[in-house]
């Protein structure tokens, strides 16, 4: 008989973002996906509303993505949405971008 692997709980369906966070912090693949997937259209349309670009939009949410998935351990959906500081953020990012074109 072979061992079943350890298998983190099934995520609740929708599961809050807070949930996402914590499960994302211990290493969940699985988390970081559905996380990523929930957010990207939106992060995207407000990267693209500033830089009219698909490939510079794709960039910053790519890097948004990435700084949100590294630091989920320290993410708090309490005081301040995780949804609007990443949106936020995404917002800086592109107007950076636009700004360093414009140079």
Known sequence: MTAVPDRPAPLPWPAPDRLLLARIAKGDERAARVFA???????????????????????????????????????RDTVLPVRRWLARLTQLLAEQRAKARVE
């Open 37 to 75: 997937h929930r957010l990207e259209g939106t992060l995207y349309a407000i990267a693209y509303a500033v830089l009219f670009d698909q490939e510079q939009a794709n960039a910053v949410v790519e890097e948004v993505m990435d700084r949100a998935l590294h630091n989920a351990a320290y993410l």
